[in-house]
């Protein structure tokens, strides 16, 4: 059985669950990329890449300039959304280093050299962390399709 769990990275750069979706816009800006088409409101923010001064940005969708602008997709990871770390701490194990728990109350154990797809709260980007150095305060943990055990 997979599950998987929908959370949206909000205008300032944290997160909340998904409680509904709805297809339509009212009032929008439409944006054509090679992956389809998009509906966003004025004011959604979007990570753009500025080619002219060389400077990564959230810009709300009705500033956006196809000329001098580049939507920013990860090539880290493809993701289903990202989850909250609640604690990451070392534990004494033969096989383990660490114990990461996770928002919903699971958690993974892991080794302190192993490195993590992670949502940089701060730098608002996504990179590649040892677990050892995820810090629960500035990062969250990028889902992937899981599978839960029946």
């Not at 990329?33 to 959604?44: A, M, V």
């Amino acid at each position: 059985m997979q599950y998987t769990i929908h959370i949206t990275i909000q205008n300032k750069h944290n997160y909340k669950y998904v409680t509904g979706k709805t297809s339509k816009v009212s009032v929008g800006n439409k944006i054509k990329t090679k992956f389809g088409e998009e509906i966003f409101s004025s004011e959604h923010k979007l990570l753009t890449y500025n080619k002219l001064t060389a400077e990564f940005k959230f810009l709300e969708v009705s500033n956006i300039d196809k000329n001098i602008h580049q939507l920013v997709r990860s090539k880290v990871v493809e993701s289903t959304g990202i989850i909250e770390i609640k604690s990451n701490e070392p534990i004494e194990d033969e096989k383990y280093d660490r114990k990461i728990v996770y928002g919903n109350g699971a958690f993974e154990l892991c080794t302190k050299n192993h490195s993590y797809a992670v949502f940089d709260m701060e730098e608002a980007s996504f990179r590649m962390v040892e677990s050892s150095l995820i810090d629960c305060k500035k990062h969250a943990m990028v889902l992937k399709v899981q599978e839960k055990n029946a």
